[in-house]
């Protein structure tokens, strides 16, 4: 390979003198990059062009392929490294506040690439983060609803649709890679991540998964299914850390028929043309996911799977070798192509090295992590246009159409528990509302929204996310219809009805995990018990609402409502979603993406309150 160094170092300070002149950089790069820019980025593919990923693969040193096997934060690269180290990938976490905007994300990405391609190596990096729900880490994005009310809504067209908007939505930040989609299957609603997943139900999660993969495909975004696999499957009790994790990252005890079900789930999504796949922190009869190289083996040579396989976020730490260096040679070993880490990336990198040269991990290997890796960022188009000033999302960022669809997934994904005559508000009425859930556009959208946990609007002192609640949506709604909304409770006695609106606090991960599923337990809104007293004595009928990221245990007190709507987490759009149901404006058509449980003693009984796929409404 020719010498690109005094090329590299032009395009260095020529890119970096045009990020340092302007305080973003605009989608069409070509109208703000030099033409030597150009000339170098043009010289920089005649590279590359006409070779295949394993000719490529062959010009670099060890240490280059340790580096694009990593994925470190971008909390611990500052950008001028990436001219002296060639990492993989970069990824950021879900906890940036204010949150920056798309055009903010977008420089970012291309101050990084910028060094990337002034490396002696010239390949271009790829960025990743969570958009779980939507952009949920930039300002001013449409907050879909989580994948649980996806399941509950069941509409595959409309599920193809969201994933083409958050593709878009992606597109406008530069950061190509998303982690999605969740294909977990819940079996256990006491996991943390219960709403992460579309369903118990592995059909229902094909189905939708693959919708939503042809979406985000559809716009260039490189999908990373999650996680590989079976976390759905965890056996309370068994969770990593006992002291904090009841069932998340804990052991997977699947039948032969489960595992069939879940590779199936897989299989689709690979037929599909996902490019990344991404280890569960779970293990299967008690081997981590992370070191079994049996199920990457099958995931690569059965299934024919030609991308990248990530570990998530320093998972590999907790494998079963006695130091970080042996579990980072069990991991290579077992498969792994990429390392997702938050600090130890040197460590990482340099064990990589010294398993090499130690005899311990084979040269065949890491030929293979990095043609992988390659074989992806050329598919990409990355090597043709690092800085995506090709790129065309096919709606302006965070369009019009991103609310109307997460206003009507919303509205589909909610469940009716109980049907009473009182399920909507007529004209002429007054309506008593109450309860924490009412007015707080934070909890309506639950973790993985701006932080890793989420948030309240009382955290922040205003709506945590751009949007009504559903006590905002009310007010407006009050005026179209007819009806009179009241939040004094002295004035309770002059009411024809009460809104309970309750729920749950945001969470993530095992800081959702619970022994209560009570809607007034440990996880619950703090005033939730207060509130459901309140209608109680009200004596008046109550429609109540109810805001979780599972099917909580309402047994002690639906007896006391006239009906009773789950929403789930519906997101930025799920206040005005609400009031659109109330109102009869639409109807709420969701089902039971997965069994709910009068107590958790029914849990893998077999028992049910109600199984998948009813609602009130519909039996």
């Keep these: 390979m020719k010498s690109k160094k005094a090329v590299a170092a032009m395009l260095l300070m020529s890119f970096a003198s045009t990020v340092a002149c302007s305080e973003t950089v605009p989608t069409d790069t070509s109208s703000t990059l030099p033409s030597e820019v150009i000339d170098a980025i043009e010289a920089n593919t005649g590279e590359y062009s006409s070779m295949t990923p394993e000719e490529i693969c062959a010009t670099l040193t060890l240490d ?45 990405v291309n101050e990084y690439q910028s060094y990337a391609i002034a490396s002696e190596a010239g390949i271009p990096f790829i960025y990743g983060n969570d958009s779980v729900h939507g952009v949920n880490f930039a300002s001013g994005c449409t907050i879909f609803p989580h994948n649980i009310n996806i399941g509950a809504a069941n509409d595959a067209e409309l599920t193809e649709e ?71 499957y965890t056996v309370f009790g068994t969770g990593e850390n006992p002291d904090m994790m009841y069932i998340d990252r804990g052991d997977a005890q699947m039948t032969d028929e489960q595992i069939a079900e879940q590779l199936a789930v897989y299989q689709a999504l690979i037929d599909e043309g996902v490019q990344f796949i991404m280890l569960s922190h779970s293990s299967l009869d008690v081997t981590k996911m992370h070191e079994n190289a049996e199920y990457i083996s099958i995931l690569k040579n059965d299934m024919g799977f030609e991308g990248i396989v990530l570990s998530d976020w320093d998972s590999i730490m907790n494998c079963s070798g006695e130091t970080y260096k042996d579990n980072i040679i069990l991991g290579v070993n077992a498969g792994i192509d990429m390392f997702m880490t938050d600090y130890e990336h040197e460590a990482a990198m340099q064990y990589i090295i010294d398993g090499v040269n130690e005899g311990l991990i084979s040269e065949d290997r890491i030929n293979d992590a990095v043609t992988r890796i390659i074989r992806v960022k050329q598919n990409a188009g990355l090597f043709e246009d690092p800085f995506l000033e090709n790129i065309d999302p096919a709606y302006e960022y965070d369009s019009d159409r991103s609310h109307e669809v997460a206003r009507q997934l919303a509205a589909e994904s909610f469940v009716p528990l109980k049907a009473g005559d009182h399920m909507t508000i007529e004209p002429g009425m007054r309506v008593f509302v109450t309860g924490p859930a009412a007015d707080d556009v934070g909890v309506l959208c ?85 509130a459901i007293t309140t209608a109680a004595e009200s004596g008046l009928p109550t429609l109540t609402l109810i ?57 893998g009984t077999g028992e049910c309150w109600h199984d998948v796929g009813w609602s009130a409404l519909q039996g």
């Design 162 to 232: 969201y994933g083409q908007l958050v593709g878009s939505d992606i597109a406008h930040t530069g950061m190509l890679l998303n982690f999605a989609p969740c294909v977990a299957a819940a079996q256990d609603p006491r996991w943390g991540r219960t709403y992460e997943s579309y369903s118990s139900d592995n059909e229902i999660i094909t189905t939708l998964s693959t919708a939503y993969t042809r979406g985000l495909l559809s716009q260039g975004v490189l999908v990373c299914p999650k996680h590989f696999f079976g976390d759905g």
């Design 446 to 530: 639950g973790g993985w929204t701006n932080w890793w946990q989420g948030g309240t609007d009382s955290d922040v002192g205003d709506h945590f996310v751009e949007g009504n609640s559903i006590l905002d949506a009310l007010y407006i709604a009050a005026n179209d219809v007819g009806f009179e909304v009241v939040t004094d409770q002295n004035q309770i006695d002059t009411c024809d009805m009460v809104l309970l609106c309750i729920g749950e606090i945001p969470y993530a991960e095992w800081y959702g995990d619970t022994e209560d599923l009570l809607i007034t337990g440990a996880l619950g809104l703090s005033s939730n018990s207060s």
């Design 64 to 108: 280059q392929k340790a580096a694009q096997m990593m994925q470190p934060t971008i909390y611990h690269v500052d950008p001028s490294e990436m001219s002296t180290t060639d990492y993989g990938s970069i990824l950021s976490r879900i906890d940036d506040w204010p949150m920056p905007t798309a055009e903010e994300w977008f420089a970012t």
């Design 547 to 603: 805001v979780a990221g599972r099917n909580v245990i309402v047994d002690n007190y639906i007896d006391q409502w006239d009906s009773c709507i789950m929403l789930y987490l519906p997101g930025s759009e799920g206040g005005n979603a609400a009031v659109d149901v109330i109102t009869g404006a639409a109807e709420p058509s969701g089902t039971l993406p997965m069994p709910y449980y009068s107590s958790v003693d029914q849990i």
